[in-house]
């Protein structure tokens, strides 16, 4: 039997114990609405205004600029509709090949209202064109309603120059969104020091209760509802809130920003060298994709050579190791990453990828597993191979 090693961290985190003891006493004796002026609402609505501050201190923001929405997803979805909004004479959005569904997508969408969508090129280690978006800016700045660039893939974990992205298109009045969710509480952010328009986050990525994201808005940005029915939020979303997962947020965001030291990110640094390293010299035909690029300590995506990326899935799952092979929104449709594809990688049965994602709870025991099941798996499907061409 194998203990069961999850690196798939990417696609979401174990609650903190703290984060669930907070969630389930808010459940029993935190359920009053908050909307209601009596002492129990009250009681309730306190603990949230306290939660907003914590996710507020993690990003360095007043607690007004945060809005409360039911994931990541929705927040980017609330972040490209208050741009539009606020500038409503612009029909040109920017963005890159390597977005997440929560903004491509809904870009996509726009198309049909009229909207032109600028996908900027990107090296083949994922980094976007700085030249490509300066020269964009410069000759069509007028007509960009918004740039929304992740800060941090969450398929190869390459880290976008976002503070130069932001420099430039503040330029030229550009509004820039970011979609922080696979960087918010993994690596600090002062949204002072890199000042985005907007940046959007959930807090199941670090440990937090699924169910609950946020949206940081700069002042001076009215946020344009996409929930309406009710004054929650400031009037930015309506509906009841969520109280249970937004005091596990805010006691998420807490834990993050103490365990947010140069040492300890550091040490997670050298945890996944050590595991690329270790694998690359067990099979050294293996390829550590955008190994060129500054990369967050979050992840490996490894390409394997003659071998479908959901077969080395099932036979890593077999030996007690959980991994994904990109996206979790996208790779159970059995269907190729267009990440990957825009690094220039095709999963068509010459190389396949597996993308290993690590949470501040992984350790050397679980990438040490996770090396010998790899190693296992292409001994396995070498062994097939021979055999079915013999």
């Known amino acids: 039997m194998y203990t069961l090693i999850y690196l798939d961290n990417n696609a979401t985190t174990a609650p903190l114990p703290s984060v669930s003891k907070i969630v389930l006493h808010a459940m029993e004796s935190l359920w009053g609405n908050p909307s209601s002026i009596h002492r129990i609402g009250q009681e309730a609505?306190?603990?949230?205004?306290?939660?907003?501050?914590?996710?507020?201190d993690l990003i360095n923001c007043s607690a007004s600029r945060i809005t409360f929405t039911s994931g990541g997803t929705e927040a980017a979805n609330l972040a490209l509709k208050t741009a539009i909004e606020k500038c409503p004479n612009r029909k040109l959005i920017v963005t890159s090949r390597l977005e997440h569904a929560a903004v491509g997508e809904a870009l996509d969408l726009l198309v049909n209202d009229g909207y032109e969508i600028v996908r900027l090129d990107n090296c083949r280690d994922g980094i976007i064109c700085v030249q490509q978006l300066e020269q964009l800016l410069q000759e069509r700045g007028n007509?960009?309603?918004?740039v929304s660039v992740m800060w941090c893939n969450n398929e190869t974990g390459v880290v976008e120059p976002?503070?130069?992205?932001?420099?430039?298109?503040?330029?030229?009045?550009?509004l820039?969104?970011?979609?922080?969710?696979?960087?918010?509480?993994?690596m600090p952010v002062d949204v002072q020091d890199v000042p985005v328009d907007m940046l959007s986050f959930a807090a199941h990525k670090f440990h937090g209760p699924k169910g609950v994201g946020a949206l940081y808005t700069r002042d001076g940005i009215k946020v344009a509802p996409l929930v309406t029915g009710g004054p929650q939020e400031r009037g930015r979303r309506g509906g009841t809130e969520n109280v249970p997962?937004?005091?596990?947020?805010?006691?998420?965001?807490?834990?993050?920003?103490?365990?947010l030291t140069e040492h300890n990110i550091k040490n997670m640094e050298n945890l996944r060298d050590a595991f690329e390293d270790a694998l690359v010299a067990r099979v050294p035909a293996i390829q550590i994709n955008s190994s060129g690029a500054d990369r967050a300590w979050t992840t490996s995506s490894i390409s394997f050579p003659d071998v479908k990326g959901e077969l080395m899935l099932l036979m890593l799952s077999e030996r007690g190791v959980c991994a994904s092979s990109g996206s979790a929104c996208s790779s159970g449709a059995l269907k190729e990453s267009k990440v990957i594809e825009a690094l220039g990688i095709s999963d068509d049965g010459e190389w396949g990828t597996v993308r290993f994602s690590f949470a501040r709870t992984t350790t050397q025991d679980d990438l040490n597993q996770a090396?010998?099941?790899?190693?296992?798996?292409?001994?396995?499907?070498?062994?097939?191979l021979e055999s079915s061409q013999g």
Do not use: N
Request: include cysteine; aromatic fraction near 4%; charged fraction near 20%.
């Open 45 to 56: 609505r306190h603990q949230m205004d306290m939660a907003r501050e914590s996710v507020a």
């Open 143 to 146: 007509e960009i309603a918004l």
């Open 162 to 174: 976002v503070a130069q992205i932001v420099s430039l298109c503040h330029e030229h009045d550009v």
């Open 176 to 186: 820039v969104h970011s979609d922080g969710t696979q960087w918010v509480a993994k």
């Open 245 to 259: 997962a937004i005091l596990g947020f805010g006691v998420a965001a807490e834990e993050a920003v103490a365990w």
């Open 371 to 384: 090396i010998e099941a790899v190693c296992g798996s292409m001994r396995a499907i070498s062994q097939v």
